[in-house]
């Protein structure tokens, strides 16, 4: 069976952001491949952490990628501040006797660090074009947490479990290993905290999660972590804003200042992403469409709206209410070149990551989050059948069935884009439908 055949039927997908499947990344071929370990969202810990429990295995299934997509490089991508995962990984790569292929950058520590097109230009000094994937510049990028699950594909082992980081304004800051479908208060309540009647939980990174509506939900293959905050804390109060509210405040006080573009990463990489032009086309109601269509260059890290505006406005809010109105329109951006530069002010206008960390009001926070040998074990899982980018799984038991850990459960469409799921315990199938597959435990 070929690497690729081995990762579809574990059901791969990328361990964070839109879980793209990682069996289709591989079909390409392509002269770098990249492993992101920058993790630039603040308070989280799990790929740093990964990197120093599995450095073997994480270079393996990196390796391995390398070479089934012909690549002429391995980087591996990790901020430069943590000394001993570098240190750890150069020795390993040395040892392993890979060293020609395998190598280790250091990037800085600045956001968004881990964006996929800024770690191309970093690691090779090439910009994706606009509305690009890194492919178009010959490069393929996983994360440390995927090719770790390569690896153990490799072993016949499907992605039945995912690694957390639960931080935040709660007692006990961890990292843990959990079922796949595990109850997500279940997690949460790892933190210390029993009664969350006055908090409120992002799902993910504190720059690009949103806010949970409630927390009865279950974890996915693309779960990242979860950051607990009070209700008034300054991010909630700014996440939580209604976008018609937005739109308002974006009105009645947008300057024209232009800090927004100025440090927006995609601005800096050349492309003509100006979240500012957006702001005066709501603002004043104009009706350029053209103009307009730049929405879609917006990668939503957050930065302007959470950083950059000096009066604290929504310019992300404007390019996704945009881009919202041209979507239902069916109208889309089109590039008028492929070949980009970045702009020669973007190395004076990279974001330290300490410098965010205090603007969002997270300094007290940004604590280690150790990874814990807390063993999680729910009574019950629901495995979401489209937890990942593309069409959904289709169901492969019915309820009453009685399935092992590991087993596939729901299988790609045919001719579609998916990622296969499985069990993550042994039990009976109680439900299936609803978008989910529920498995009571044995």
């Given at each position: ?256 200042c232009r800090m927004c573009t100025d440090l927006c990463p995609r601005y800096l990489l050349g492309h003509n992403m100006q979240p500012h032009k957006l702001m005066r086309t709501v603002n004043y109601s104009l009706a350029d469409i053209e103009e307009q269509k730049i929405a879609y260059l917006c990668c939503q890290c957050n930065l302007c709206e959470l950083f950059a505006c000096p009066a604290g406005l929504f310019p992300k809010s404007a390019n996704m ?43 007290d926070f940004d604590k280690p989050a150790p990874m814990t040998e807390i063993t999680l074990e729910p009574e019950m899982v629901c495995i979401a059948l489209s937890q990942h980018f593309g069409a959904p799984a289709i169901p492969a038991v019915n309820a009453g069935a009685h399935v092992d ?38």
């Open positions: 069976m070929s690497l690729l055949d081995m990762v579809k039927d574990a059901g791969i997908i990328g361990a964070g952001g839109a879980g793209f499947p990682t069996h289709v990344k591989l079909g390409s071929k392509a002269e770098y491949i990249l492993l992101n370990g920058a993790e630039c969202e603040p308070l989280l810990r799990v790929d740093q952490q990964l990197m120093l429990l599995y450095p073997d295995e994480i270079i393996k299934g990196f390796e391995a990628a390398g070479r089934y997509v012909g690549a002429e490089k391995a980087l591996i991508g990790v901020k430069g501040k943590h000394h001993e995962v570098v240190a750890i990984l150069r020795e390993r790569i040395r040892l392993l006797g890979i060293g020609d292929f395998v190598e280790v950058r250091e990037l800085a520590d600045v956001y968004p660090a881990g964006d996929e097109q800024v770690l191309v230009y970093e690691l090779t000094g090439r910009v994706v074009p606009e509305t690009g994937i890194p492919i178009q510049v010959g490069c393929v990028v996983i994360n440390s947490e995927t090719a770790l699950n390569i690896f153990n594909a490799t072993l016949g082992k499907p992605v039945t479990e995912k690694y957390i980081t639960i931080a935040g304004d709660i007692p006990n800051r961890l990292t843990v290993r959990v079922p796949v479908g595990t109850p997500v208060i279940e997690v949460l309540k790892l933190s210390g905290v029993s009664d969350f009647e006055d908090y409120a939980v992002i799902d993910g990174g504190p720059m690009m999660g949103p806010v949970l509506s409630d927390l009865n939900g279950f974890v996915t293959k693309k779960s990242k972590g979860y950051v607990i905050l009070k209700k008034q804390h300054y991010l909630i109060r700014k996440k939580t804003v209604k976008t018609e509210q937005a739109m308002r405040v974006n009105k009645s006080t947008c300057e024209q209410y945009i881009k919202q109105k041209l979507t239902d329109q069916n109208i889309r951006y089109k590039p008028e070149k492929i070949e980009f530069q970045a702009r020669s002010s973007r190395e004076y206008r990279l974001l330290p990551s300490k410098r965010l960390i205090a603007r969002l009001g997270l300094r850990a590991g087993q596939m459960i729901g299988s790609i469409p045919d001719g579609s884009l998916g990622a296969a799921i499985h069990a993550s315990i042994s039990g009976t199938v109680v439900e299936c439908g609803n978008g989910f597959v529920g498995i009571r435990r044995d």
